[in-house]
């Protein structure tokens, strides 16, 4: 692991680098100049299968120290979280998770409030999900969305009507919701 620390370090352009076992996890800090940036795709090949690499943003002095650490174990459970987890995961992509879930339980309780008929693991109901976060991410287009999906946009209007049916309620009532509980929901694994 010391090895593996001193590569890390030096493929962030560290000037200088602590790493320690601490409670079951290898844990590193880093100082870096002051145009060096703690890129988590560059660390990727570095690791060995089943170890992954959770960091905080960059900052400085004593606080700066304590919020980049918070950062990085805020981010390594998010990775934790999620069975699609990226290897190296940088804070800065996933500030907004770590948010949304910092009550796990109120999370799953909000998705299965919002989701709720969606949620029964069926092949018929992951359709309508996939079909309403495309929808939603192309801007309510039924024929982009077809496009993206590979389906004939009436066929995407039928699946977000029959979503809609099931939700009762029209997909463009509470977007925010609506998208908020979708990435939960991936993140999450559904709701409980």
Known sequence: MDQLAEA???????????ALPIAGHYAGWVALSGDADADPEALASLLPPGLRIALGRPAAGIDGFRRSHHEALMARRIAELSDRAPTTIGFGSVSLDALLTHDIDEAR????????????ESEASNRLLITLEVYLEEESSFVRTGRRLGIHENTAAYRVHRAERALQRRVSERQLELRTALRLAHLLGGAE
Do not use: K
Request: charged share 25%.
């Open 8 to 18: 890390i370090a030096e493929r962030l352009g560290a000037s200088s680098y602590v």
């Open 109 to 120: 309780r909000f998705v299965a409030d919002e989701l709720g008929p969606l949620l029964d």
